[in-house]
């Protein structure tokens, strides 16, 4: 297993301004993701940080828009940059343990409110 | 497009009595699949989880029953318990190659275990 916290657990912010999410793990994993919830929805895979390359990211989002830091095994960021009230959502980091591609194991989330 | 779907935003059911939770896929290509629940202001966690091999998995009081030609599975609870109350996900996921396949999550079905 894993246990995955995040920082902060909820914010709220200003229209145009940036949020980093910080992602922290018990164990190193090779594979970390970052989800989206927004209110009502299902999760909504934003991105895949593995350490050492460039994070993967799926259609409809952007670098610019969430920019991913993957510095190592154990740790990854993720910005919400620019923000507006469309960017209220639940962030989530996910990762699979390590040799382990079972179940993905959930951080708490991140409640975040653009005014 | 919705690949996974939960066709059933809420349920309520009697403490003691059974909870039937079901989800349909429309790609072929998933292979496995698994259960997440969720409680407010927490992470998903991993509940229980099926092979395309398999058309049944039982772990307690979870059975969860796959319907390959049908594309539709379901999660069984019973007896269901108000520990139970919280947002169910049903995910799909394709084939596991050297690397990850993404999963994709259903929108999920709000349950409610009444006393």
């Known amino acids: 297993s894993a246990v995955i916290s995040q920082k902060p657990s909820r914010d709220i912010c200003q229209r145009g301004t940036s949020l980093t999410i910080q992602c922290q793990v018990d164990s190193q994993v090779t594979m970390m993701f970052w989800y989206r919830q927004q209110p009502g929805q299902s999760l909504t895979l934003i991105a895949t940080a593995n350490q050492g390359s460039e994070a993967t990211y799926e259609s409809g989002f952007v670098i610019d828009k969430f920019p991913i830091s993957r510095p190592n095994l154990t740790f990854s960021t993720l910005t919400v940059s620019n923000m507006s009230p469309e960017d209220s959502s639940i962030y989530l980091c996910s990762v699979y343990p390590l040799h382990s591609y079972n179940e993905q194991f959930f951080g708490p989330g991140t409640r975040l409110t653009v005014l | 497009d919705q690949q996974v779907k939960q066709n059933s935003p809420s349920l309520s059911v009697q403490e003691g009595r059974i909870s039937i939770l079901n989800c349909d896929y429309t790609?072929?290509?998933?292979?496995?699949f698994l259960w997440y629940k969720k409680y407010p202001a927490e992470g998903p966690t991993f509940l229980i989880s099926?092979?395309?091999?398999?058309d049944k998995n039982e772990d307690g009081r979870f059975t969860v029953f796959l319907n390959k030609s049908a594309k539709h599975l379901s999660l069984h609870i019973v007896p269901s318990q108000p520990g139970d109350s919280a947002v169910y996900f049903c995910?799909?996921?394709?084939?596991?190659?050297?690397?990850?396949?993404?999963?994709?999550f259903g929108p999920g079905t709000s349950l409610s275990v009444i006393p």
């Open positions: 099926i092979s395309s091999i398999k």
């Open positions: 995910a799909a996921r394709g084939v596991m190659k050297t690397s990850y396949d993404k999963v994709i």
């Open positions: 790609n072929s290509m998933f292979d496995y």
